[in-house]
């Protein structure tokens, strides 16, 4: 379908590397890989908050016949040389170690937050806050810190992050009063989820989270359910947004009837509506390397956000190749949309997503769509 509003409002043509934080801290040239999936909120003034993933990437990742990767540490930043002849360097983006009979990986490049600052409605930038960017701090973010989701929650902001590192690739909580100043509380779930989305309001005093854990291994549902097995998306309970509690019944899970959520996870934060908690999520299809990235749609009762009132099988929002056709020399991956924020827009939702891991598109999408 068509939408009101349907556009990129930040690329990585927008960025100054000037001020990026690593400017002046690498004896190597880098470039911005993606500037995406943005987390949102609004902010005090009434002005939308975008927190955008930034991949910051070595130009020449290989040379001297090595490898390198940037990794932070109390030091700065550092770049590790991997001999060539120990990985395989296929994506550009990462390079996977050779045997050791598990996967392990490093980046090419690292991700920080940028804070910024929209109008009211998502048509224009009014600032772009390179003072308030959230870099690595401790040794759990050392390959960076990914894909904000922001809610508000009371008088709090709430931001679950992805941590990145050698020892664990885990989900950090950061709060603030004002959405630009962060406190990085640490880590809350400390296994690989990327996908952590507070809910935007407390359910009987408590705070509810979907999550996304993953791993190799799935149990087959009976033959002829109505599910497929895979990647879902779970809920977890919380009395301070700290520590939690997995909720024993479960979420959002893939439906056999299609193929297009074979796999699962996540994407705004959920929201009270009238008819219950809205939720975004994505679904991808298998295809090629990293399949079709379609967002989708989920009501969930106000009392009980295990229980589906309403879904639908078809796609909200679908990637738009005309929308970076003019970026398409920087693309390096397509088929992608990748929603990470909503805010209220009035008779619309403004809808935030991450478009082929590259920008970040704003659609206004109207309300009665989920009637």
């Not at 959520?261 to 934060?269: E, L």
């Amino acid at each position: 379908m068509t939408f009101p509003l349907d556009h990129l409002i930040f690329t990585p043509n927008d960025i100054d590397l000037a001020r990026s934080p690593l400017a002046g801290k690498l004896d190597a040239e880098t470039y911005i890989l993606g500037a995406f999936n943005p987390g949102m909120t609004r902010l005090p003034n009434g002005n939308l908050l975008l927190m955008i993933r930034v991949a910051e990437a070595l130009r020449t990742p290989i040379a001297g016949g090595n490898v390198h990767a940037i990794r932070w540490a109390d030091d700065g930043y550092n770049l590790d040389p991997w001999p060539l002849q120990l990985v395989d360097t296929a994506d550009p983006r990462k390079f996977m170690m050779r045997g050791g009979g598990w996967k392990v990986m490093a980046l090419t490049s690292l991700s920080w937050l940028l804070p910024v600052e929209l109008d009211a409605d998502g048509r224009r930038v009014e600032a772009v806050h390179y003072d308030k960017a959230i870099t690595p701090r401790a040794s759990y973010q050392c390959y960076g810190v990914e894909d904000a989701r922001i809610s508000r929650v009371g008088d709090r902001y709430l931001m679950t992050t992805c941590s990145v590192s050698p020892e664990r690739h885990s989900t950090t909580l950061y709060t603030s009063v004002d959405a630009l100043d962060w406190h990085l509380e640490g880590i809350v779930l400390d296994h690989q989820n990327k996908d952590m989305l507070i809910f935007e309001g407390l359910i009987e005093d408590e705070y509810w989270a979907q999550t996304r854990p993953l791993g190799d291994l799935y149990f087959a549902y009976p033959p002829g359910s109505e599910w497929r097995a895979g990647p879902s998306i779970n809920l977890a309970r919380s009395p301070d947004a700290l520590h939690w509690k997995p909720h024993d019944a479960p979420g959002i899970r893939p439906h056999a009837a299609t193929a297009a959520t074979a796999r699962m996870g996540g994407g705004a934060p959920p929201v009270l509506t009238d008819d219950g908690w809205l939720t975004l999520w994505h679904g991808v299809e298998p295809s090629g390397i990293v399949g079709i990235y379609r967002t989708y749609w989920s009501l969930l009762d106000r009392d009980d956000p295990s229980r589906v009132v309403r879904s639908d099988h078809a796609p909200l929002l679908e990637p738009n190749p005309a929308l970076t056709e003019p970026l398409k020399d920087q693309m390096y991956l397509d088929n992608v949309v990748f929603t990470t924020g909503i805010a209220d827009g009035g008779d619309h939702w403004v809808v935030a997503s991450g478009e082929a891991d590259l920008v970040c598109r704003i659609t206004h999408v109207p309300k009665d769509r989920f009637g």
